[in-house]
């Protein structure tokens, strides 16, 4: 008489769903309920039907997070912070995380699909968006679950993705300056930073018009100031250094120029002045892509989270009046 799934839970003191559950690699199973239904599984010979398919393909609970290769990561807080998010999360989640980085997409691309062929990870986790991505494109061919976070611009086909409306939050930024007398604004963006990076700048100058602002990149030294009075950075590690730069040519902040900036990282408190910045809450960021993750791995499902931000007002925007 054959075994059956009524008899491995009796056997190892569960229920069938949770053998079910077990056997389809579900994250919501402990490991010591997992390793009693292998046992009971084993010795009962239930593995020769379909469980011998589901424990072929039973899932090693590790995540792969793919940095952008962009250099000095270790020493931006947004990087460090989302990773300790999504640690925390995973690992209450009894699952561990792997870390893919590089110095080119190319390199990138080697790593993910070395891991992915090794069956390191149940998928992947990219802290990157762009309209062409070499790992990206790997990932859809082989049809491994990813979530992506950040927009990833136009797909021909729905991805999983996480991220803040980042046109709306430049459009925010502009308002914001506005509201606060500002008419000639500085907008510093970073080539290599992504789809994000696009849309917020389209967002502020949808509504300040291009007439009113400059664009510049923050690698470009030989910035000089003129009429402006305001002007925007993509994170607070960056416009500390813009900060800095200002110093040095004897511009002072807020009294010369503002400065508004985004993440609300810790360093947005240890400068002065303290940074006007916009919290683009990193924590529900990371806690949301690796849910988003699992329930891909879990249940090949497409989904798109859209996470709120919120402005923290500090020192470094001052109102102009008259």
Known sequence: MP??????????????????????????????TRKRIEQAVDELGYVGNLAAKMLASRRVNSIGVVFP???????????MKILTVINAKATANNVTVAIA??????????????MHLERRVDGFILLSADEEDLVRDYLQEEKVPFVVLGTPGKQSQPLNSVDNDNYQLGADAANYLIRRGHKKMVFFVDEIRGEFSRERLRGFLDVVGEDNCQVVNIFDTTFVKTDETAMVVLDDWLAISIIERLRQQSIHVPQDISVLSFNNSYL???????LTTYSINIEQLGEEVVRVLQESIEN?????????FHLIERDSVRTITG
């Open 268 to 274: 947005s408190k240890l400068i002065e002045p303290k």
């Open 300 to 308: 090949e499902k497409i989904e798109r989270v859209i996470v709120p």
């Open 3 to 32: 075994v059956t799934i009524d008899d491995v839970a009796k056997y190892a003191g569960v229920n069938k769903s949770t053998v079910s559950r077990a056997l389809h690699g579900s994250y919501s199973i402990s490991e010591s």
């Open 69 to 79: 290769p962009i250099a000095d990561k270790a020493n931006q807080p947004f990087f």
């Open 101 to 114: 980085t590089g110095h080119s997409s190319r390199e990138l691309k080697s790593q993910v699909r070395l």
